[in-house]
């Protein structure tokens, strides 16, 4: 075998990314509708996205969890068929800012799938039968959620991170939940699931325009009724002592960490998108090359951008084995200042830079891919040529830009952290390094 050093091929130019043109329509309801022709296969992706922000949060997960369940028209079975019937499926899904209804169906059956989602929006039954069964399981969910230490440990993040603001809680009680009734879930309805503010996002195999026009006949009668509920912003991260949360008996433990970031339309966005990559963003990073490859601490740990509508943070997740838990935080605080006080290399900032491009243009490779994206900027008031911006931000941004960023976000004076773990034996070693407060 040779003992020659083999050099890697330089990494080629990104392309430029090729969007599709959105063409949009504002109907008399309220409702935004944004037809994308995307051709690559006869479907088309429906996304719907309405602003739910303060919602009691047992109903509005059970409102998610049951909004398919029945119109007075139809079945809950009656609706999965007709779906189907265009090849299709619909589904809902709840978070603290919005509730999201997602799908798609042959291209051919998008007036179908659209006429099926507007009897929901208009006449969802919320059945006894259907509310009680979806009840059930989403207390068993909750409850096997709760015995689950990532879980756990975000929960102690959010009540760290945000105090009293709706962020903090986001999973309600198994006992909140066994207290919903279907006559709450029709009023939540009736009071929240209204077009105002709502987006509709529509990418496939059609003419844009035939497509809005098929939208606004569909649903231009949806009642333009309800109630708008603002968040208010959320406070920035407050570093002060380690919160440590008793697992007992527990092998590892749970590190969280939350520091201060900005929102995509942001000036140093860019910058620090990249910085969080060099940091601990792919599997390149440095905090990943230290705690797992180097040192075999943990075999995951990440980090990422975080943005919700009344904020954004960098989230940093690693579970470790309890008897290194403190060297991981030793460790992942060492690389948060080497971050903070040294530029990355050009090679390595060149590498993250290349790695976040790529990714990006696989997602907007895809149907499913582009519908995600547009939906997720239009709550965030943006439109879908944001990324060709955004991407010319990424390939400009220079070694003192992301140095300037990661010093300005990503100092680790300025966290939060959290970790749950068995205090008997985490407590005296991270005490070495950090205040600890225990929980």
């Known amino acids: 075998m040779s003992d020659t050093k083999r050099t890697l091929p330089a990494l080629l130019p990104a392309a430029p990314i090729k969007l599709p043109n959105e063409s949009e329509r504002r109907l008399t309801n309220g409702l935004t509708v944004i037809a994308i022709r995307r051709p690559a296969v006869p479907l088309v992706e429906v996304r719907l996205r309405m602003p739910f922000a303060k919602a009691n949060l047992a109903r509005g997960a059970m409102l998610g969890q049951t909004l398919f369940s029945g119109t007075a028209e139809l079945s809950t079975v009656e609706i999965a068929a007709e779906l189907q ?204 090359e230290n705690i797992r490859e180097d040192k075999g601490y943990t075999y995951g740990p990440h980090s990422v951008i975080d943005h919700s509508a009344a904020g954004s943070v960098v989230l940093l997740s690693a579970e470790v084995a309890t008897d290194v838990t403190g060297p991981a935080l030793l460790e992942t605080v060492y690389e948060l200042g080497r971050m903070a006080t040294l530029p990355p290399g050009e090679e390595e900032l060149e590498q993250a830079r290349q790695y976040i491009l790529g990714t990006l243009m696989l997602g907007v490779s895809t149907q499913g891919g582009i519908a995600a994206l547009a939906t997720t900027y239009a709550g965030a008031g943006l439109r879908l040529d944001f990324l060709s911006e955004y991407t010319e931000q990424l390939r400009t941004a220079t070694r003192d830009d992301v140095a300037a960023a990661a010093a300005k976000y990503l100092a680790p004076s300025g966290a939060v952290t959290v970790i749950l773990g068995d205090a008997s034996k985490i407590e005296a070693p991270v005490a070495t390094l950090r205040e600890v407060e225990l929980e």
Not at 107 to 125: F, S, Y
Not at 147 to 152: D, E, G, I, R, V
Not at 209 to 219: F, G, M
Not at 233 to 244: C, D, H, K, R, S
């Open 85 to 288: 019937s265009v090849g299709g499926g619909l589904s809902a899904s709840v978070d603290p800012d919005r509730l999201m209804i997602s799908g798609n169906s042959l291209a051919a059956g998008l007036t179908r799938i659209l006429e099926i989602l507007g009897e929901v929006l208009d006449g969802a039954a919320y059945p006894s039968d259907e509310v009680s069964t979806e009840r059930d399981r989403l207390v068993d969910h909750i409850q096997v959620a709760k015995s689950q230490p990532a879980h756990l440990a975000r929960e102690a993040l959010l009540q760290r991170l945000y105090g009293r603001h709706p962020y903090a809680v986001q999973t309600p009680e198994p006992e909140q939940v066994r207290a919903v009734r279907p006559a709450q879930l029709r009023a939540l309805h009736a009071e929240r699931v209204h077009p105002a503010g709502a987006t509709l996002v529509l990418v496939g195999d059609f003419q844009p325009k035939r497509a809005l026009d098929t939208a606004e006949a569909v649903l231009g009668s949806w009642n333009g009724g309800g109630k708008d509920v603002t968040l208010p912003a959320a406070p920035q991260p407050e570093p002060g002592p380690v919160l440590l949360v008793d697992r007992p008996d527990s092998v590892q433990s749970s590190l969280r960490m939350a520091l201060p970031a900005v929102p995509r339309t942001h000036p140093d966005h860019a910058a620090l998108q990249l910085a969080n990559l060099v940091f601990g963003g792919y599997f390149s990073s440095r905090w990943v």
